[in-house]
């Protein structure tokens, strides 16, 4: 039974921390949520808002064809306050879930500042919070707190860059030179600009030799990318080729280029709701931003494109945690101090989601005397958080949720991606819900 003075501090209000706040306070449990802007701001942050999302705004795959539909699937089926959110901020983007930047962070602020058992303080945390408490700080963790958390561990923090990509004002797109389609599909949701070969060359050499912007003070001397999220410009460095296989492949528009194939493709996704701005998909980048508007125009459709956000590059910060972290997202050798989010380990907005959500069940079932309880291995959430028990820590790079680390199937093989995912969706949900079938009391609401 829950006592009136128990409370648990959470520590960041992104969507690790927003979710875990939430989770919490739906069962009855009172929340300080700890959020330090925006009288601290990060390099990357623009608003005040909770759960603001700022490298994209599009979560990922939305069917269960994908690992990523997969979670998203067990965050719905467990009341997932991000997953709520996303549904009723969402914009087109083909078999993707995307949101609008701005009615997504609002809908979650609103909720999670109005729950009546969550309190939002507006005050940088520097020191680790009393437990219980869930540290989901994210990867832009203050300097004060990463030291903090370094010196709780005593393995430090590990590092990586990530990069944002820009986005444009449609009405200044030539569409006589776009087409709208989805990928294999002669209508859809993305703007589509095309280059041959001759003006891709010219693009792709222009990129090479652009100027990147110079790093900040909270930047380390040596860099060091997460590859899920490399610049557009470290990848295009790789060679001329490199580019036609990643983000600008041109594979799956013949029907909407009258029967030919384009040599390269930069495709535009609607980021908000009145489809007025688009993002530059997979063109995160770290040029400075008047490199950008130069190579960036090579593009014949964006020759006068204006871009209401430019690219920018930031640290983003995570544990060691096969070092650091038990099975329950605890930092060895405490009861009750977790941590979620990026910082954690995982990479990705629906990922860091999962462990704020995890994080938060952990908690409440200690706060509440529950069994000790642990997330079915054939589950996306289970899965996440294995691999980040058993990756190597030499080794450990932060992880996206993907058929690799789950649990083999035993059937027959399966030689399509499709089949393969969903017949590990199938056992996932089904493994889900007798986890929520025999677990009743963790999923009860009392809010």
């Not at 058992?117 to 020191?127: G, M, P």
């Not at 995160?284 to 190579?295: A, C, F, I, P």
Request: aromatic share 8%.
């Amino acid at each position: 039974m829950i006592k009136t003075c128990d409370e648990v501090i959470v520590a960041g209000g992104g969507l690790a921390g927003s979710e875990a706040a939430w989770q919490l306070a739906e069962r009855g449990v009172r929340v300080l949520l700890y959020e330090m802007r925006p009288r601290r701001m990060t390099p990357a942050h623009e608003t005040n808002l909770l759960a603001e999302l700022v490298c994209s705004n599009s979560l990922g795959g939305e069917k269960t064809t994908t690992p990523a539909g997969i979670l998203k699937a067990e965050l719905s089926r467990m009341d997932s306050l991000i997953m709520e959110c996303a549904f009723k901020a969402r914009v087109p983007a083909g078999n993707a879930l995307a949101v609008d930047r701005t009615v997504f962070a609002r809908l979650v602020d609103g909720a999670v500042s109005g729950h009546p058992n969550i309190r939002v303080i507006r005050e940088e945390l520097t020191a680790i919070p009393r437990e219980p408490a869930i540290i989901a700080t994210g990867p832009l963790t203050s300097e004060a707190m990463a030291a903090a958390i370094a010196g709780l561990t005593g393995e430090g923090f590990l590092y990586f860059y990530d990069a944002v990509a820009p986005i444009v004002d449609i009405s200044t797109v030539d569409m006589s030179k776009a087409f709208r389609a989805n990928r294999y599909g002669t209508e859809g949701d993305y703007i589509n600009c095309p280059m041959n070969e001759e003006e891709y060359k010219v693009f792709w050499q222009e990129l090479v030799s652009a100027e990147t912007a110079p790093r900040h003070e909270f930047e380390e001397e040596q860099t060091k990318h997460f590859e899920g999220c490399l610049p557009i410009e470290v990848i295009a460095k790789r060679g001329e080729q490199t580019l036609l296989y990643g983000p600008l492949r041109p594979v799956g528009f013949r029907a909407a280029c009258g029967g030919s194939e384009p040599c390269a493709v930069v495709q535009l996704r609607q980021d908000n709701t009145e489809k007025t701005l688009y993002n530059m998909v997979g063109f995160q980048t770290n040029l400075k931003w008047g490199e950008q508007e130069r190579v960036f125009r090579l593009i014949p459709a964006l020759s006068k494109a204006e871009f209401v956000r430019k690219g920018v590059m930031h640290r983003n910060l995570f544990v060691c945690a096969p070092a650091v972290l038990d099975e329950k997202l605890r930092f060895r050798g405490h009861d009750a101090l977790y941590i979620a989010g990026q910082a954690s380990g995982v990479e990705g907005y629906m990922e860091s989601t999962a462990t704020g959500l995890a994080a938060a069940l952990f908690a409440y079932a200690g706060i509440a005397g529950l069994p000790d309880f642990s997330f079915p291995r054939e589950t996306a959430l289970g899965s996440l958080i294995n691999y980040l028990q058993t990756a190597m820590p030499k080794s450990f790079q932060p992880m996206n949720v993907n058929l690799g680390i789950f649990p083999k199937l035993s059937c027959r093989k399966l030689w399509k991606r499709t089949e393969r995912c969903e017949a590990y969706a199938a056992r996932s949900a089904e493994a889900m819900e007798q986890f929520i079938i025999n677990n009743k009391p963790l999923f009860q609401k009392r809010s």
